[in-house]
């Protein structure tokens, strides 16, 4: 077996880990990234492919451009059930849709440049513990046979299997489980149809749980012929896969039927929660997917892959430089993530689970009564905070729509309040590793409370 050392090994070269990659290239570290895909399949994750223009220029990263931008969004189209009741949200190159492959090639390929070793067709197959501590990863790569990735801090970086992290010892708290309920699964097709696709510089998303019960399908044009169609539907309910949905529904669209070819099928599951309870423990982190740092209520997850990479590499460079690579010199990671961008998770958190219980008849309404109109919706996925009393006037007319379902308003108050403390005590995080514990039994007594007040069933 081949030994190899480094400072730093990134398992999973996707969105996260690629990002963290970039990020390091000029830290003066030694960095490896392995993956067990070749070169045409990096980023290869099933994925609707948009993403807010926001996330590159917060996170530091290159804009999508050449081949890699396949279109520039301004803007979305919300659909109610019975697609009558439309809200238009418009921003001017807004975000992208892109081709997740030579994005994710680009920032490989400047990441090697700079002195990071890329190990491609390379999987790990567990993490190394010697003496209660992890020395690094075992893996198959095919050129180079076994390999010891021997690593002062391991990342996991591989979506939501989380393949290091499920096999660190039991006691650790990155060992955190989630209920099914907390995923989605979805499926899509990259497809290209016999139609031209009115502006599609808009992307579509269609609410409608007959479809895709407690996700929503979507229509995200790639151009004018080419289309990135598909849906999530969440776990643990018993309702039926997406494939079959898509096949046995969407496919009787007209606007989805009618296909010439079919570029690429493929499903995946997607964490819609809150973030890990921690994402650093000794000499490991967990950033992206198997950090849970996706949007709940969305499931757009790039973007907040490549936040939690930024964080990890500032507290990298922090830790490398105190010497100090256990729990506590990672902890960084956390405060900086959960403060910035894990709260707000948090509070998306609890309205995550409440919209999946609303019915056809509660969202075609609110979607027609423009209760879900573009400042509620940009409140919410702006500042994880359901803006219920922004103004008097806008209080009193908010209550006003709401007349005509008071049940409704019952909830949406008591939703209201259960964000505010979620993202609350999300920005209480503990300065350290000691006060973790304490933390978390707060934050699983808060969202336990939230399930009882709404009747969310558990
Ligand atoms: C159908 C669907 C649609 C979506 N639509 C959107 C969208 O429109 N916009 C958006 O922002 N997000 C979307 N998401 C979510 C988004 O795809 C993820 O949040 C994002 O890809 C997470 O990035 P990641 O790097 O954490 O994980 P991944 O993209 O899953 O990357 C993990 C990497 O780890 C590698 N790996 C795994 N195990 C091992 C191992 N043992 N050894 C070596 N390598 C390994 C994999 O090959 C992969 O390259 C969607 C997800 C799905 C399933």
């Known amino acids: 077996m081949k030994h190899y050392e480094y400072d730093v090994v990134i398992v999973g070269l996707g969105p996260a880990g690629a990002s963290l990659a970039f990020m390091l290239r000029n830290s003066g570290l030694r960095v490896a990234g392995i993956d067990w895909v070749g070169a045409d399949k990096v980023w290869g994750k099933p994925c609707g492919d948009a993403i807010s223009a926001s996330h590159f220029d917060r996170n530091g990263l290159p804009h999508p451009s050449g081949d890699a931008l396949m279109q520039v969004v301004n803007g979305a189209l919300v659909y109610s059930p019975s697609e009558?009741?439309?809200i238009r949200l418009a921003g001017q190159s807004a975000g992208y849709m892109i081709d997740r492959n030579k994005y994710g090639l680009m920032l490989l390929r400047e990441a090697s440049k700079a002195g990071v070793d890329v190990y491609l067709k390379t999987r790990a197959s567990h993490p190394v513990i010697e003496g209660g501590r992890l020395?690094?990863?075992?893996?198959t790569s095919e050129e180079l046979g076994?390999?010891?990735f021997r690593a002062k801090v391991v990342v996991d970086a591989t979506g939501s299997g989380g393949a290091i992290r499920r096999k660190l010892p039991e006691s650790w708290p990155t060992r955190e489980s989630s209920p099914e309920t907390d995923f989605v699964v979805a499926y899509r097709k990259i497809v290209e149809l016999d139609y031209d696709i009115e502006e599609p510089d808009f992307i579509r998303l269609y609410f409608n749980v007959?479809?895709?019960?407690?996700?929503y399908w979507w229509l995200f044009p790639k151009g004018r012929r080419v289309a990135?169609?598909?849906?999530?539907?969440q776990l643990g309910r018993g309702f039926p896969h997406p494939a079959t949905i898509y096949r046995e529904v969407l496919m009787k669209r007209p606007d989805v039927g009618r296909e010439v070819r079919v570029i690429n099928e493929a499903g995946a599951r997607i964490p819609t929660r809150r973030p890990s309870k921690t994402m650093v423990w000794d000499g490991f982190i967990s950033i992206g997917d198997s950090a849970y740092t996706v949007d709940p209520i969305h499931g757009g997850g790039m973007g907040y892959a490549m936040t939690a990479a930024r964080h990890a590499a500032d507290t990298l460079v922090e830790a490398f430089t105190n010497g100090d690579l256990t729990a506590k010199g990672l902890w960084g990671l956390n405060l900086r993530y959960m403060r910035t961008t894990g709260a707000k998770q948090a509070a998306l958190d609890v309205l995550r689970m409440f919209l999946q219980t609303l019915t056809n008849d509660e969202i075609e309404w609110a979607i027609r009564k423009g209760l879900a109109g573009i400042d509620e919706i940009m409140s919410v996925f702006g500042e994880g905070e359901l803006r219920t009393t922004p103004s008097f006037m806008e209080k009193v007319n908010f209550i006003v729509r709401l007349l005509g379902k008071p049940i409704l308003l019952t909830k949406l108050v008591l939703v209201s309040?259960?964000?505010r403390r979620a993202k609350k005590l999300y920005l209480e995080y503990p300065e350290d590793p000691k006060g973790l514990d304490e933390w978390a039994g707060r934050v699983e007594s808060l969202y336990n409370e939230y399930r009882k007040a709404v009747g969310i069933p558990f």
């Open 84 to 86: 009558e009741g439309v």
């Open 228 to 233: 990135n169609i598909g849906l999530g539907v």
């Open 146 to 148: 076994e390999v010891e």
């Open 210 to 215: 007959d479809i895709a019960p407690g996700g």
């Open 417 to 419: 309040e259960y964000m």
């Open 135 to 139: 020395a690094g990863v075992r893996a």
